[in-house]
């Protein structure tokens, strides 16, 4: 089975497919953390996308769709992936559909998460991460068992991405809405689109996607 999570900065996708990821053994793709890792690695690749990163636009298609493609084709997704803020642009989604008609293969349900845009600053200003696990956290949503202590490896040390200030935040949000809210309209016209309400407690989203993926 292969997703798609669509929906603004902040919308909740990333917690929901690492949801996705254990109760399904599907693979993550979250294209943000691919290039996150690739400027931690001190890469070309990430010295070049750097600074695009940290204003808060997009990298560029061309980038983007062989960095999808390369990593649809390893092994482990074989079972099935989600992808977590890839396509972003309506040429991504083009690229994508004929990646996926090439290698045989097909997206099974495109899931948009809703939400209103005043929530979002909020969610996204007190999200932080696992440093060993990359496991997502929020200093009020979602904050681990033990202060402190990752729930899932046991890890202490947590991290905070350079692009969740407020004023990066605003960037992202209006780059969605002119680049990647258009894919709305563009998977719904291919019927395969539904929408779910992103703006309840996590574990009903996670209920409600199960219920989008469990009618296929
Ligand atoms: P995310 O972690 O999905 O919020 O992505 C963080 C940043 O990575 C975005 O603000 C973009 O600069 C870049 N990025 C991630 N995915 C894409 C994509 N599909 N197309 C272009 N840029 C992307």
Redesign the pocket.
Known sequence: MNLILLGP?GAG??TQAQELERRHKLVQL???????AAIASGSDLGNE?KT??D???????D??IRM?SERIDQPDCANGFIL??????TA?AEALDKMLDEKDMKIDHVIEMSVDSEVLIKRIAGRFSCAGCGAGYHDEFQKPVQDGVCDHCSKTEFTR?P?DNPE?VRT?LD?YEAQTAPLLPYYRGKESLRTVDAMAEIDVVTAEIETVIGGA
Do not use: N
């Not at 979250?30 to 996150?36: A, K």
């Not at 204003?55 to 298609?61: I, M, N």
């Open positions: 900065p996708k990333g979250s294209t943000g953390d691919m290039l996150r996308v695009i990163m204003a808060g636009e997009l990298v560029p298609d980038i983007m999808i977590d803020g890839f396509p972003r642009t991504q991405r692009d990066t992202r780059t």
